[in-house]
């Protein structure tokens, strides 16, 4: 039961890119899935998070209004859609998925951000 984050790359300031995140298995539906970063020198910090049935969605300060998170429980898969990135997006983007107080991480996939 471990996530497989996909999607990352290069990307120039203001374009944009798409992640998406699967994980195995029948039981998908009941485990809420999150997005981290993780820049060089910096904390792991939450990106967007939804909630096992998609109603709840959260995201972090510094990304809402550019990325949006989905997802389709008949797909096993979770969407981090970033639109307008900057180059403070760079970072190792890890899927993480979470059901009965245990959480399971993704490897991770590196998105930079440059011209």
């Known amino acids: 039961v471990q996530p497989v984050e996909s999607g990352g790359g290069l990307v120039q300031p203001g374009g944009s890119l798409s992640l998406s995140c699967s994980q195995a298995?029948?039981?998908?539906?009941?485990?809420?899935m999150s997005w981290y970063r993780q820049a060089p020198g910096k904390e792991r910090e939450l990106v967007a998070a939804?909630?096992?049935?998609?109603?709840?969605?959260t995201y972090g300060d510094s990304v809402k209004g550019r990325f949006t998170i989905s997802r389709d429980n008949t797909k096993n898969t979770v969407v981090l859609q970033m639109n307008n990135l900057k180059p403070e997006d760079t970072a190792v983007y890890y899927c993480?998925?979470?059901?009965?107080?245990?959480?399971?991480w993704g490897q991770g996939t590196q998105v930079t951000v440059s011209s």
């Open positions: 993480r998925s979470a059901w009965n107080s245990v959480a399971y």
């Open positions: 939804i909630s096992k049935d998609g109603v709840s969605i």
């Open positions: 298995g029948f039981l998908f539906s009941r485990f809420d």
